[in-house]
């Protein structure tokens, strides 16, 4: 058996690169398998790393799942840790590798090669960030410099750069530590891969949990003190007091080593794979954050580095690169993060990349319930659906609240997998009983009021697109149609109050003329109330999508 | 409009009813909708009852969702309860309705008639059955009356007749209200949708939180006191007291006033729709628990009531009802039920019933985690995952654990319905961050190992089908692969220890003309094990699914 007798060279130790060397040994008992890394450390749980500075994971050796050791004895795998390639020869079919411990050279020949070189933190070269207590957050090495900064006791206050999914992690990771968190981030609103809408509610929550949230402002330079630890962030705006910061802002895929060896890089940057996880050069594989994918909502190549993609790249190349054949279709760009009390997730296309994609779309926001209503400890959460609307399939999904969100985002990806329309979701066959899901699971609900907006029957529009026409001084009735005690507690700026009990009968009350835009607490009696007046001959009427649950913006008393 | 000035009339007033009369006037604003109903009491939630006996839900009015007043006010829906429907006139367009409180008939005409009959509980004739306080479970009436008798503090043991999800339901609530209480089952295990493994550790789970599990045993009769309250429930081999007998055998559907009226009923004898919810009358619907539907994983009818696939239904009928066009293609008998700490769920078909149904099947059990393994609060689950060997297409899961199912029971219903492949699965771009999943979720790690027993790259053999061959005496190593102190804290009789870490230097201790099933704890190791004696040039090897952690019999120390 040929394939037996060949060696199998990795470069990278992380998430993709054991998970493919473990494979390929389950695949091939005799086949010679080394890994090279030059970090010290291997196979460890970069997710779980925020939860380790927040002290909810408690021992640092939980984040790191297995040692060179065990991979020896148990799989007869070599692992050269601290030892870093430097050049690919793929004609030669040759890894150069420095030993970092012994600062010497050594040549490793492979006749497969798994790249598996991952990503690192982007670091903007801005004046005095080599400054103590700058950091990333990456690496073990990275997590433990942070744990200990943090232990010192000595960190009263803490800049986070970057509002995403990292950053919020570490907002809340940190807040839980007792210290003072701002986080900052260039764009209008945090959380990036969000629409505004469903982003700005989440900014909502961290802020009452006491971070400070500041947006549209960018860090100029950072000041020190004279032992050379960081004091003070300036932004363009402002100046924050730090004792540490925690940069965030992005990771940019480790493509250099395969570059210079003439593996090609997509158009996301990262190193083009096919299916098989193959690169342009025969015999040579890449595949983790270093790695391309395609997106399987628009069919385009795309670059969304996640562990999970990471495990899956690994089996597949490892099948491959043992003689097998086995395939990775793409990804959605699924996501979940929690954020403080909230459960934060995305999977496809949101409303702004599907726009910017060029599909035609309907989107709809629906607040719901967890679990049956009348269940204890049911919790709320809200879906934004986004369809295509010609082909009423769906191309992306954002949930977000207490309650379970997880659930509903894998539903979605599931279905994303399968080109599901708007109707396939609603009539889907979800576990119902009281413990786990209203009868109709929240997202058949939420697909039943989207596939309403798609066929015409109803016409709806979103919380951001109504501020934005307020603001832009458009005309139009803001209805609200909750009870008077409702109203009084708190109300969107210049809306008319008609409860909706009273509406049938009251109708003259409102200009048929003016455009009408009616919203309640949730939606429902706000498309109760379009039902009222689109039969009472009103011609020009909308509903608020998910209503006040649904609006992130202030209400006046 | 014509559609809007006819009459449209519901008979049944639960989830199906209810829900087709609102979606029907959301539909149509002028449609006369007329809902008739022998019961007191409309629109409440059968599905939450058991926890108001066990006083998690205190309050009974949070089961009613909605008083008739509340339909007229706000939809103009005319709603009569207690008003049985005696006689459906097909010709005419008339129902014969008896007005139960005044003993008086009315007659309605209807032009769209919608059946929603619902189902009743099976009571068979036995001596003693109309004693006192013996009950079923399916109306408002029957809650309060359960409850009353459990509130009045006077029940000490309560029986149990039927280990199905109502029984086990009733089972946790009445423990949670102090009572001892005793599940009698007809079957050789309670939970008859599961198959026998996964259902064998159910009930080790009930019987672990004091409930008396008798199985393989029936009643005869039922023996009461002086006043007329049942006291003893006779079965085929014992005797047991009951101050309570809550009856759980099972339901079937109400089809007589359907049957008489000539709508025809199905092979489930349940009525016989198409995918528009019509049955052979023109203009007549029959939707809820006593309309059939079509199982998608067969393509054949099947009966499986629920209140989700009512509520669907109703929906759909009612579009249709109001000229309209809407589907539903069908169902996958998709379960979830809480059992004390433990979660269970199923999708799709067991293996038994896809045998039954002439699949050629290969399956796995799975032991994962619900989480992150090193995030606090992460608990076990068990999946059972059901495949075509020819079509490599999923069929079924059943899951069970104290970890969270109802999320991977969803996925695989999204999967099945889809038509996915077990390799399709293998690669879902499910959400991924510690507080939520492992990084490859365990319906992933379950699908890849599904995979390998499909494609023959390992042979796995259930539990179940080791004690079966185990009782029957035949020849084979049984071989524990855990360490010395696994082993001595309770391995299954008659196994040979050897630790997974000693294995490949003392293959010569194992007799190489016998067959090997090699197990550990949860199944990782003796896969491992499985292909160390694989190449050490064993034959004829196999590994038990799910190890000890999927072991429902006793262990020996």
Known sequence: MASNSQDLLIIGGVAAGMKAAAKARRESPAMKITVVTDEPYISYAGCGMPYFIGDIIRDSKKLILREP?????????????????????????????????????????????????????????LPGIFLNNIFTLRTVSDVLRIRACVDSGRVKNAVIVGGGLIGLEMAENLVLRGINVSVIELLGRILPPLDEDMALLVQKHVMEKGVEVITSDGVKSFEGNTSGAVTTVITGKRQLPADMVVLSIGIKPNTNLAQEAGIVTGASRAIKVNERMETNIPGVYAIGDCAENIHLVTGNPAWIPLGSTAAKMGRVAAINATGGNDTFKGVLGTLIVKVFELNVGKVGLSEREAVKEGFEVESAIIPAEDKAHYYPETKDILIKLIADTTTKKLLGAEIIGEGVVDKRIDIIATALTFGATVDQISKLDLAYAPPYAMSMDAIIVAANVLGNKLSGKTVGILPSKVAERHDRGEDFILLDVRTESEYKNGHIKGSKHLPLDKLASRTQELDRSREIIAYCRAGLRAAHAYRILKNAGFYNVKYMDGSILAWPYGLEK
């Open 69 to 125: 050791a065990y991979f020896k004895h148990m799989h007869n795998i070599d692992v050269l840790t601290r030892h870093q390639a430097t050049v690919i020869h793929t004609k030669a079919k040759q890894v150069k590798v420095k030993n970092l411990e012994k600062n010497s050279d050594l040549t490793l020949r492979y006749d497969k090669l798994i790249i598996a070189t991952g990503a690192q933190p982007i670091v903007p070269p």
